[in-house]
């Protein structure tokens, strides 16, 4: 099992906890928001939550196989990893 990754420090939000309310049904930042607060202190993670919940959907439509949960950084470019550095 894959250790989570804090995507959100302000709201102590993980990668699993937002790949968890995409497969509980939430579709967009918004609804993940509304659900677990991320990206709602200093706003710095949104990018960073949005790459957990676009990679989500992946795996809920069947599209990518990785079987591990929560965030694979091993698909993300540069910028993206970046962005992620950025967010913590």
Known sequence: MELPVYI??????TDHDI???VFA?????????RELAVS????RCANAAQMVIDQAKAKLAGSDTFGSPGL?????????I???VYAA
């Open 8 to 13: 959100c420090l302000c709201k102590a939000v």
């Open 19 to 21: 790949e968890a309310a």
């Open 25 to 33: 049904g939430a579709e967009t930042l918004g609804q993940v928001q």
């Open 40 to 43: 709602t202190g200093c706003g």
């Open 72 to 80: 694979n950084v091993a698909s993300l470019a540069t910028q993206d």
């Open 82 to 84: 970046a962005a992620l």
